[in-house]
């Protein structure tokens, strides 16, 4: 089992920028999959990137690609969430999660271990 603190979370003008950050506790083997999720009010939780320990590949949603890019520190067991340009609709709870062997990082059923989460707001 893996504990997941996030933070960075803020209140940011459109076009603005945040770093988010998932502290992890817990040793995180090469088969972890660590991600972030959203969900606005009202919403489901949705998929917004994943990043796979084993080979430090990345997986984004269509609509964050080429504004946020997602990133480990291995000294600090931590994945961050670099969110440039950002825009009204990333308004959003982000949670980070955790899990081990996931096929398709997009389905937040594959993801044992989960932050509380941290408020992004984007005024426009």
């Known amino acids: 089992q893996v504990q997941l603190v996030e933070s960075g979370g803020g209140v940011v003008q459109a076009g603005g920028s945040l770093r988010l950050s998932c502290q992890a506790s817990g040793r995180l083997y090469s088969m972890y999959t660590l991600a972030w999720f959203r969900q606005a009010p009202g919403k489901e939780r949705d998929f917004v990137a994943a990043?796979?320990?084993?080979?430090?590949?990345?997986v984004y949603t269509d609509s964050v690609k080429g504004r946020f890019t997602i990133s480990r520190d291995n000294a600090k067991n931590t994945v961050n969430l670099q969110m440039n340009k950002l825009k009204p609709d990333d308004t959003a709870k982000y949670y980070c999660?955790?899990?081990?062997?996931?096929?398709?990082?997009?389905?937040?059923?594959?993801?044992?271990?989960w932050g509380r989460g941290t408020q992004v707001t984007v005024s426009s």
């Open positions: 990043f796979r320990w084993g080979d430090s590949s990345t």
């Open positions: 999660a955790a899990g081990l062997d996931v096929p398709r990082p997009q389905l937040r059923f594959a993801y044992d271990d």
